[in-house]
């Protein structure tokens, strides 16, 4: 069987995860994609760091270098958070011809038309499932599935942290502190959770689910947005007495071809499917004009420090 | 761009909207597909049978050998309902060297081993996209986005008579009987509903997907069913006030190794994404080890007289 060699490139929460993959499950993945991936090599910032895997003699470096002028490598996970050095890393990779996999959904949202035309002027590719919405494979059904469809819009509860407050709030009767505190405890919010809360975390999803589904690059920071950091359990009280639920909803929706994009706490009437979406779940509405409306919902991604 | 001259055998409800699809939205698709997909012929059993559409001069042919005799014909849409004079049909043209896409999971449920080994052993495809869950591309989901996963259980809403159906039942109090006049006026049953609710439909459709999930081919006549034939609204009362909904459900799943599968009207609780989906929907819950349970919930085909 044909064997491509890959290498992973940042190993925090996600990276590990990959490698354990690889590692453990290398026949089901080989029997799956019909090649076997080996794992070449795995580029950390620091050696001395103590890991929660055991990588066979000869994978680990600190030297990115290794990975860049080794031309048997032909595949990166690009796992690397933030902005900068990921994106020069990702570039020079691109030029040493490889292709990229990345879950950095900031590095796409901001950079994304750099990047992506780099990659095409070079025959290259970027592979981005795991970096909009968590286990949901919304990347593959939007820019597969659907194309026979022009999708008519887009509708999603894109973050996790914020959809796991807003159900402790709803259910619980839980003011914001103590359910972003409990978020907090149970992992699924940073010690800084202002990009999740703000909605900021979302529009960088929004935009790229935009990108794909219209065609168009957007701005995040563009995006019309309303946290749910302002948000009262009073105003959920209320909704609630109404036969709603309190969503934090990114849409994205063609009015007279012109796209209107907005994320923002949203009245979503009990018993459809968004309303149903409880916890660290994300989920995502498409509709296009062939099959209406296709709805997904699905768990963050275990193996990601990601909401 | 490149031209794919492509057949329908079969004019029924889904081929007229293929034809609709191509004639109409060519370019579209074009640009989607990357090629011109250009509609060669058109077979029907009686020319002389009003249509609903109107298709440029020499399309239109009783003779299905003007499809299998003409090596431009790449792809076929093989749009006859039922067995018999479809596989026959099938099988000449895979022999002829043609691609086959289809919509018929009766066909598929009863003679895939058959037909796919013929494709295979030809360097064929079936493609079967809408065979199985209407709007939800589940066939694509689960043969390419899941292929990092192991599928350990598959849970299904799949027949849209049937839940239009219960819907009714629960949200009116109608019994069974009012509630399937209902649905054949409004033509989400056929005269004869028998396959949709006695549970024939959905176990052809959970057999095709527990292939797919699985690997091994199931009969599906040997998986236990129960419809909803039998079902008093009674029943449904209960279930209401100790806070469940009544599902027609098709399950798959892995348990010790061993696969069980079963069709079978199902307590789901309220709030769950399966109790939730109502009137003529499918829906489909793909557990995989990696990442977790995904939901997928659409309507059935616009175009096509499918459940």
């Known amino acids: 069987m044909e064997k491509t060699r890959v290498a992973i490139v940042g190993m925090g929460t996600v990276g ?21 991936l080996w794992l070449e090599k795995a580029v950390v910032a620091d050696l001395s760091k103590p890991r929660t895997i055991d990588l066979p003699e000869g994978i680990l470096t600190d030297r990115v270098e290794d990975v860049i002028e080794n031309p048997e490598i032909r595949v990166v996970a690009q796992l690397i958070g933030g902005l900068e050095p990921a994106r020069t890393i990702t570039l020079k990779l691109l030029e040493a011809g490889k292709d990229i996999v990345t879950a950095n959904k900031a590095l796409l949202a901001e950079h994304g038309p750099e990047l992506f035309d780099k990659a095409r002027s070079l025959g290259r590719s970027i592979a981005f499932e795991a970096a909009v919405a968590g286990g949901i494979p919304i990347i593959a059904n939007i820019s597969q599935c ?9 509708l999603g509860i894109l973050n996790g942290t914020s959809n796991f407050i807003l159900s402790q709030m709803d259910e619980s009767g839980a003011d914001y502190e103590t359910a972003l505190q409990k978020a907090q405890q149970l992992g699924y919010a940073e010690a800084d959770p202002t990009m999740d809360v703000d909605g900021s975390d979302a529009a960088q999803k929004l935009a790229i689910l935009a990108h794909l589904s219209f065609g168009s690059w957007i701005n995040w920071r563009e995006i019309p947005k309303v946290g ?3 948000f009262h359990s009073t105003d959920m009280h ?7 639920r309190i969503k934090l909803v990114a849409s994205a929706t063609l009015i007279n071809d012109q796209l209107e994009l907005v994320v923002a706490p949203t009245l979503v009437k009990k ?9 660290a779940y994300n989920a995502i509405t498409v509709v296009g004009d062939a099959v209406g409306d296709i709805f997904f919902h699905g768990q963050r991604l275990q193996l990601s420090s990601q909401t």
Not at 271 to 279: C, D, K, S, T, Y
């Open 16 to 36: 590990t995860g990959v490698a354990k993959l690889l590692l453990d499950h290398g026949d089901r993945t080989a029997r799956h994609a019909g090649r076997v």
């Open 146 to 154: 659907f194309s026979a469809n022009q999708v008519q819009s887009l």
């Open 228 to 230: 749910i950091n302002t």
């Open 238 to 244: 209320y909704a609630k007495q109404l036969g709603y």
């Open 271 to 279: 018993g459809r499917p968004l309303a149903e979406v409880r916890g």
